[in-house]
């Protein structure tokens, strides 16, 4: 679960942010500037980030603030499940990653795996939509949610692409180190309990 001042930064920061894009009056937008710096001061009290780098995340953020979408391509084959090895911490994690714009979660996940492991799939059935700040995940400055997606392999061999360096399948019982920003050792147990019961209904928070 997320801590008691991350959940307070992220509030005062999507207020701020809501604030600057809609308000009108000059001593308002001066007002709801000062709330996400305070926002920022918070994050820097509290993380190793500087205040100058998370002053850069929270002042690119434009318009009402929503929570951003991530999402995570599930695939097995013969009881294991498809993982790559994420270039960015060396750890490993379902291939996934932000949702572009104009595109769907499904036509996303379908991208994605075949950029971090050059198969070829087809979306099934949508697992989970779960709020990270609800799972164990470590603090980060935005809020997101998780789509994670069923897929099946119709074609195309294993390689890495320009974010990952190694893709391998994994049993249950034998999982690699997780890179936990992008999933959770809960998380991967909940995806093999759709393994063992195809007919389970979504999850959902």
């Known amino acids: ?5 991350l959940d307070w930064a992220k509030r005062i920061q999507a207020l701020s942010q809501s604030g600057l894009a809609f308000s009108k009056d ?12 305070i926002s920022a001061e918070i994050m820097a ?7 100058n780098i998370i002053n850069d995340l929270f002042t690119n953020e434009t318009g009402y603030q929503t929570p951003k979408v991530d ?7 013969n009881g294991k499940i498809l993982m790559v ?10 291939p996934g990653g932000f949702c572009d714009v104009g595109m769907s979660p499904s036509e996303n996940v379908v991208k994605e795996i075949k950029e971090e492991s050059n198969y070829d799939v087809i979306p099934v059935k949508l697992i989970a939509l779960l709020d990270k700040n609800k799972h ?12 994670f997606i069923l897929c099946e392999i119709i074609g195309g ?3 890495t692409g320009l974010e990952t360096s190694q893709v391998e ?3 249950e019982h034998n999982l690699p180190p997780l890179s936990e920003n992008r999933n959770t050792v809960t998380q991967l147990k909940m995806v093999f309990d759709f393994l063992r019961n195809p007919e389970k209904e979504a999850i959902f928070d």
């Open 1 to 5: 679960m997320s801590m008691k001042w």
């Open 26 to 37: 000059l001593y308002d937008i001066e007002r709801y500037e000062e709330l996400r710096e």
């Open 85 to 94: 090895k994420e270039n960015i911490d060396n750890q490993w994690a379902l």
């Open 45 to 51: 009290e509290h993380t190793n980030l500087e205040i």
């Open 169 to 171: 399948f994994f049993s």
């Open 136 to 147: 164990p995940h470590p603090p980060e400055a935005y809020h997101y949610y998780k789509v």
């Open 157 to 159: 061999e294993p390689a």
């Open 71 to 77: 999402v995570r391509g599930v695939v097995f084959k």
